[in-house]
């Protein structure tokens, strides 16, 4: 029986999660290893532990052979637009710096000088955000980048270093804001306007290609499987809409972990004013497939929340916690930046709220709740923007990842979006990573049967909108969102 790894790799952890087909088509799924991920402050900048990530996945790799699996498929997928630089030696030349580092703030302001961003959004389809990569090469050191022989995304340097091969798998590049969406090739005007040459980046290749055999004798220190790594949809949420156990057009997604991406999967992209205005995205999918969605801040809210506790509270206690609290006793703009990587995430909740005249979540329950009101809706003011930009009437919205097993969440979205909500799965993400290497080797014939394995393989939970009061709370919000850009403006 042919075995399959999905190294899933987020921004505060990673997992090996090991796959196989039965008799029925049905996809088992075990987790093999689990490690801890994040950035620290080192050589002034916020930055990844690259080396790290590598020995954890030979880590679970090894356990992989102890577990008796003599040969393998593996996949790997990450977070996007952070990238190593390579040296004329093939050397990392510094660990790489994360997104949310500070170094960008004034990006987005400095590119528009040379390129409008109303331009750059036309040719990309990709949102603004001051951390694409567009804008982390802009402020890139340039005595750096004259050294340096390529550029891979984080997981083609993984995949790079356990193979020796070098790639730019497209739904991850398509994160970079440098891909036109026209052409679907690296757009030169806006390397021009960068100053960096093409000859930086590998050839872009297509989800589900071959990317090599395992590189054994490089880590004689562990006895590992014999192992073909194949270049998946290495975008994580790209990974994840691919699991979404969805089917027709009239579903859209949530891809809820760190970040909530929501969207809907699309033949052609949308980079239309209104798009852009809106600050929606046209991200690369599997089999020519676009992403257009939008980023919510997500769950990153809360896991700064406990984090600030001390993590004396799991998650599953402040939702419970949450869900005893009075709900919206506070508006607040979620997707604020203020919110992207504060100091305090706690103090900084309560300082929007002082600031806008509103009641100050003090207690581990009200800060939470703040949290999940607020997501919920979010998720449903950004749903009416989805469906007047693409012109779809979405019945079903599908949560998928982690934050689908948050029952308090799932039922506050379906209140504020007056849509059926269908949760699950929780591991999408390993598992579309997955799906792509089992169609990739013949495991499943296309996208659509693999999504029928999906359904058939998980558990999938139902909510159905039970709050009449919540459209009228849904406009109040909106109104609140709509006086605070006017005195932004002011």
């Known amino acids: 029986m042919t075995k399959y790894i999905a190294v899933d790799i987020g921004a505060s952890s990673g997992r090996l999660m090991l796959s196989s087909l039965d008799e029925e088509g049905k996809m088992s799924l075990t987790e093999i290893h689990r490690f801890k991920n994040g950035f620290s402050e080192t050589a002034g900048a916020d930055r990844w532990q690259i080396q790290h990530l590598t020995t954890e996945i030979l880590k679970g790799l090894a356990k992989v052979k102890a577990a008796g699996i003599e040969e393998c498929y593996v996949g790997i997928d990450t977070w996007g637009v952070d990238y190593c630089l390579l040296d004329e030696a093939g050397e990392l030349m510094e660990a790489p710096i994360a997104y949310r580092d500070k170094r960008t703030q004034e990006a987005m302001a400095d590119f528009d000088e040379k390129m409008p961003l109303t331009e750059l959004y036309q040719r990309t389809g990709i949102q603004l955000m001051n951390f694409n990569t567009v804008f982390q090469l802009l ?252 012109g779809r009437k979405i019945n079903k919205l599908h949560i998928v990842g982690g934050g689908s097993n948050n029952r308090l969440l799932n039922q506050l979205t379906a209140d504020a979006c007056n849509v059926t909500v269908e949760a699950g799965p929780g591991e999408a993400t390993a598992i579309g990573n997955l799906v792509v290497q089992m169609v990739a080797t013949s495991g499943f014939g296309d996208l659509a049967s693999a999504r029928k394995a999906v359904r058939a393989s998980f558990d999938l939970h139902t909510y159905e909108p039970s709050n009449p009061d919540a459209q009228t709370i849904v406009e109040a919000y909106e109104t609140f969102l709509a006086n605070q850009c006017q005195l932004a403006r002011v």
């Open 139 to 390: 402020v890139e050191d340039k005595e750096k980048l004259a050294k340096a022989s390529s550029l891979l995304l984080i997981p083609d340097y993984l995949g790079y270093v356990f193979t020796g091969n070098q790639v730019l798998e497209k739904t991850n590049a398509s994160t970079m804001q440098l891909l036109n969406l026209t052409t679907r090739k690296i757009d030169s005007e806006i390397l021009a306007t960068l100053e960096v040459s093409e000859e930086l980046f590998p050839p872009l290749v297509e989800p589900g290609s071959i990317l090599g055999e395992l590189q054994q004798a490089r880590f004689p220190e562990y006895d590992l499987p014999k192992a073909t790594f194949i270049t998946i949809a290495s975008h994580d949420t790209a990974s994840a809409v691919v699991g979404t156990p969805g089917a027709g057009e009239d579903w859209a997604y949530i891809s809820s972990g760190t970040w909530s991406l929501m969207g809907a999967e699309l033949k052609d992209g949308i980079a239309t004013p209104v798009a852009y205005d809106a600050n929606f995205t046209n991200e690369w999918g599997v089999a020519g497939s676009i992403r257009f969605l939008k980023n919510i801040m997500g769950m990153w809210l809360i896991q700064e929340v406990a984090r600030m506790q001390d993590y004396q509270y799991s998650y599953a206690e402040l939702a419970d916690m949450a869900a005893k609290e009075a709900p919206y006793q506070q508006f607040v703009n979620v997707n604020d930046d203020r919110f992207l990587n504060p100091a305090n995430m706690i103090e900084e909740f309560q300082a929007y709220c002082r600031e806008t005249g509103q009641k100050v979540p003090e207690t581990p329950g009200e800060i939470a709740r703040c949290v999940y009101d607020n997501l919920a809706l979010c998720y449903a003011v950004e749903l009416k923007n989805l469906q007047a930009i693409t």
